[in-house]
């Protein structure tokens, strides 16, 4: 079974519709991540959290939402949907930072969202 | 603000060698990531320099100038798998948080 999984892997929806995308890893980490993947501009944060009861906004945050139930899982909302939202989108979680070495992301394996 | 500078697409020759750079400027830089992406998959972590110098992990190793902003990923003996995206990230320290810039990525494609 994967470490970090995400539901759906695939959606395709419609304007206006909200939209709910789901993570869950059984890494036992602490800090869990959400990244949306475009064509020629790499991965970026749209939101972070490093615990339970921490949330903390990415670059591009606004028109989306996350809940962070458990520890395991982190859930990226998207109010009401618009084409420009179309993109790939990845679940990360990472161990803290111990000292000078800064722990690795691990990824989920994507979900392709689509709005026409 | 925070920029990494990776060149868009790459060729190279089946058993062959290919230095991919990166160069970035930011602020509170607090160590780089390079990571492979093959097409429609998850990025996976390759390697870590937080201190200047060069990394062997087997066939793959980074080396890190901080002073000068710059970072490669070198990939030895090179495999057609190994055609995939070579993601640079930084990181960088702000608002109290380190926090994982990304590259656009370098689309390596390996040929027989």
């Known amino acids: 079974d994967a470490d970090v999984t995400q539901t759906p892997r695939n959606r395709i929806t419609k304007t206006g519709k909200r939209i709910m995308l789901e993570c869950s890893q059984t890494k036992g980490h602490d800090r869990m991540y959400w990244y949306r993947q475009d064509p020629g501009l790499g991965l970026r944060l749209i939101y972070y959290s490093f615990d339970v009861k921490d949330i903390n906004k990415g670059e591009i945050s606004d028109g989306y939402s996350v809940s962070r139930q458990a520890q395991a899982k982190f859930s990226l909302s998207l109010e009401s949907a618009i084409p420009n939202q179309t993109a790939l989108y990845f679940c990360?979680?990472?161990?803290?930072?111990?000292?000078?070495?800064?722990?690795?992301?691990?990824f989920g394996d994507g979900t392709r969202l689509s709005i026409l | 603000g925070q920029n990494i500078d990776q060149p868009t697409e790459m060729t190279a020759t089946e058993g062959a060698i290919v230095q991919i750079n990166c160069t970035y400027q930011t602020s509170g830089f607090n160590g780089l990531f390079w990571y492979q992406q093959h097409a429609g998959e998850a990025p996976t972590f390759l390697s870590y320099?937080?201190?200047?110098g060069l990394e062997e992990k087997g066939r793959f190793s980074s080396f890190l100038s901080r002073s000068k902003g710059y970072s490669y990923l070198l990939l030895k003996e090179l495999q057609m798998k190994d055609s995939a995206s070579y993601l640079c990230a930084v990181y960088h320290f702000s608002g109290g948080y380190n926090k994982l810039i990304f590259g656009a990525g370098t689309r390596l494609a390996v040929h027989p």
């Open positions: 320099n937080v201190l200047d």
């Open positions: 990360a979680t990472s161990d803290h930072d111990r000292g000078y070495s800064n722990q690795p992301q691990h």
